[in-house]
Nanobody
Framework: QVQLVESGGGLVQAGGSLRLSCAAS????????MGWFRQASGKERTFVAA????????FYADSVKGRFTISRDNAKNTVYLQMNSLKPEDTAVYYC???????????????????WGQGTQVTVSS
């Protein structure tokens, strides 16, 4: 298990950009596949993006493909979500998640991840 702390959320106008960061504690970060999920007010938590523990595989929700990029720096125990061309419908609390020894063959579900951060609010104004 790792502990996760997200940062980088905030208020941005439509068309703008934000970069979320998720810092992980522990020495096993490189053995975790990482994911980003989001939950809009009154809605269920949904998948946004994921990256394999080696960084060689990435997956994206159709709604963010071409706009969001997930990356990781294992030396810094950090995973990032670069969000460009933001839309009001991207407004949500964004959660970072970690799955120990999780091998990604396709888009993961929330139940594949054992560790979660507290979330960071992203608000996109029109």
């Amino acid at each position: 298990q790792v502990q996760l702390v997200e940062s980088g959320g905030g208020l941005v106008q439509a068309g703008g950009s934000l970069r979320l960061s998720c810092a992980a504690s522990g020495r096993t970060f490189s053995m975790h596949s990482m994911g980003w999920f989001r939950q809009a007010s009154g809605k269920e938590r949904t998948f946004v993006a994921a990256i394999s523990w080696g960084g060689g595989r990435t997956f994206y929700a159709d709604s963010v493909k071409g706009r969001f990029t997930i990356s990781r720096d294992n030396a810094k125990n950090t995973v990032y979500l670069q969000m460009n061309s933001l839309k009001p419908e991207d407004t949500a609390v964004y959660y970072c998640a970690a799955g120990y020894a999780l091998t990604l063959y396709n888009q993961p579900s929330a139940t594949d991840f054992g560790s979660w951060g507290q979330g960071t609010q992203v608000t996109v104004s029109s």
